[in-house]
């Protein structure tokens, strides 16, 4: 285990269901991410979260949607995916802005059926 | 956890010998590099790092490379072992990037051949 701890470590939903990612970091960290690894892409930075307060949100469908409770925490919730959103959701966190890299999680793979 | 089907560049090299790994980055304000190793069924790792104001960084069995003048980026694995079979992926970070947000590069798989 890194530090990240991610759940769940595999998940399957249908198009219509609801359904949230977890992440979790007791690294002391202050900014927390997400990102998406696809098989046809390479990672893609969606959501950056500072101080709980969200930074940066890289053009993701409304169907993607953060929360960040505490710096802690980050959520992910998935409503009315579509196939194409298959994928690794990666979350990763960092100490500070521009302070070192970034400690990832060991990712949900998300498959959309 | 790797880039299943996307088509990484790869590099095959015989246990034992020394690998070589290239990224070459585009933002001539980047000032901040680092390198992270995925393994199958696993996220990122970082492996090692390196500030503009330097050019080498030596770590346990891996050195990192770093050439400003052409926008280059090298990690070079001493003594290559099965366990280094993975994807490697460079980073890059800018002073002027809000939110410490780092850019990667697309990733080069390392097989190795017992």
């Known amino acids: 285990e890194t530090g990240v701890t991610q759940t769940p470590r595999h998940l399957v939903m249908g198009m219509t269901n609801k359904k949230s990612l977890k992440c979790e970091q007791h690294l002391g960290h202050n900014a927390m991410y997400w990102y998406k690894q696809s098989a046809k892409k390479p990672l893609e930075l969606m959501f950056v979260?500072?101080?709980?307060?969200?930074?940066e949100n890289n053009s993701v469908p409304s169907r993607f949607s953060p929360e960040c409770p505490n710096s802690s925490h980050l959520f992910l919730h998935l409503h009315t995916l579509q196939p194409e959103d298959s994928a690794l959701y990666l979350c990763a966190s960092s100490q500070d802005t521009r302070v070192g890299g970034y400690t990832f999680g060991s990712g949900t793979r998300l498959t959309v059926v | 956890g790797e880039s299943v089907g996307l088509h990484l560049p790869t590099l095959s090299v015989q246990e034992g010998d020394n690998s070589i790994i290239n990224c070459a980055y585009s933002n001539s304000a980047s000032d901040y590099f680092i390198w992270y190793k995925q393994e199958s069924g696993k996220g990122p790792q970082f492996i090692i790092d390196i500030r503009s104001n330097m050019d080498k960084r030596q770590g346990q069995r891996v050195t990192v490379l770093l050439n400003k003048t052409v926008k280059h980026l090298s990690l070079q694995i001493a003594a290559t072992q099965p366990g280094d079979s993975a994807v490697y992926f460079c980073?890059?970070?800018?002073?002027?990037?809000?939110?410490?947000?780092?850019?990667f590069g697309g990733g080069t798989r390392l097989m190795v051949k017992p």
């Open positions: 980073a890059e970070n800018s002073e002027g990037n809000a939110g410490n947000m780092l850019t």
């Open positions: 979260y500072s101080l709980e307060e969200r930074v």
